[in-house]
């Protein structure tokens, strides 16, 4: 699979640590939601730096955006959430991943769980779902620390205003709204929703994403719940 050039087109913050940038790449044929890309930058020196990111945007030929958290201590996270520019450039390779993806050819209910910037491929599905003519059903829980942290605040709330039939619920495990009934705290088995299992609808299919330590965690609380192991599907990042 070979490299291509990018161009960054134009940025936009989601949160005081997340950025979303904009690339155009020619020769991009397209991704599947869920997927990512390895992007890779080139010091004038010689010297280069290679990570993996989730594709955030749907598909679409020569362009697609990426949505980037700053870690502490991240040479490449940093360089892309605070000093990049339009016209800039860097390189990519993708789109990688198989089991983790989801397209609208695929029938029946879906379980999206993110936690922290784990949202961004799950944003992928929510856009390509919402963009097609699927009528899986579907839904979004969204764990993050506080509300200043939730990555596409403004969107979340324009997608559950013009799609109500697809439940967006926001859980905080540091601090929340002043209105929350329900307290700060991590995932718990009651946030749960009780699985789908065959029938007309089909099985529930569940995608689970954030820092490893969220992912093993809701994966434990889902099987507990009496979701499938093997409609579970999880991408993790970190330690």
Known sequence: MRWLPAQLQATRMETHLARTLVF????????????????????????????????????????????????????????????????????????????????????????????????????????????????????LIYSARTPDHVIYTGELHQLAQAHPDIPITRLYTRAGLPDDTREPGRLRIEDLPTPAHGGTVGATRVYVCGPTGFVEHAAQLLVDRGFTPSDIRTERFGS
């Open 24 to 139: 155009e790449v020619p020769g991009w044929s397209g991704h599947a939601a869920g997927q990512h890309v390895d992007v890779r930058l080139t010091a004038e020196d010689g010297y280069t730096a290679q990570r993996s990111y989730s594709v955030a945007s749907r598909s679409g030929p020569d362009q697609f955006e990426l949505t980037v958290q700053r870690v502490s201590g991240g040479e490449v996270s940093t360089y892309l959430t605070e000093t990049m520019l339009p016209g800039d450039r860097l390189e990519v390779r993708g789109p990688l991943g198989g089991w983790f993806q989801w397209t609208a050819r695929l029938r029946g209910p879906v379980l999206l769980l993110g936690g922290g910037s784990g949202v961004v491929p799950l944003m992928a599905m929510l856009r390509e779902r919402t963009h097609s003519d699927s009528d899986s059903p579907f839904r």
